[in-house]
């Protein structure tokens, strides 16, 4: 039998690869990043459980993305524009750190998304001024 004559689930392309499910989860964490900072409020929502668990570490002041996400803050008021954003290997996890500057300086902020089944985030851990809770502690 030629390659011509092969069913289709034998053949294989090379430089086609399937996407891997720590893919699929960044995608959707960079997807939420964007609805954010578009003010896309409906699609920001479709990609997050409706009982979304969220833990938070950090000055109290720093409420930030909770704020952005229950309406109770101007979309504009802190930008969150990731510096990266990382699955984690063999995991559901999904690290994005950034920096945004406000009027009382840099405000560093790591966010460990978790993403459930059909891409929907279920879980968060938030952490601000990660720099300045190092510095203390160590």
């Known amino acids: 039998m030629s390659g011509q ?5 034998d053949r294989t392309q090379p430089d086609q690869q399937e996407e891997t499910e720590q893919q699929r989860n960044q995608w ?4 939420l990043y964007e609805a954010i900072n ?53 995991s559901d996890v999904v690290v994005a750190e950034g920096v945004t500057t406000t009027s009382a300086g840099y405000c560093y902020w ?7 089944s059909h891409g929907v985030i279920t879980h968060l851990r938030e952490y601000f001024n ?9």
Do not use: N
């Open 5 to 9: 004559d092969a069913p289709a689930a």
């Open 28 to 31: 959707a964490v960079l997807r």
């Open 38 to 90: 578009a003010r896309d409020h409906a699609a920001a929502h479709a990609l997050l459980a409706p009982d979304l668990e969220w833990w938070y570490h950090g000055p109290p002041a720093h409420h930030h993305m909770m704020r952005l996400l229950t309406g109770s803050a101007a979309p504009s008021s802190f930008p969150f524009r990731p510096l990266s954003v990382e699955a984690l290997p063999a």
């Open 110 to 116: 790591v966010h460990a998304w978790t993403v459930g």
């Open 130 to 138: 990660t720099d300045l809770t190092i510095c203390c502690f160590a």
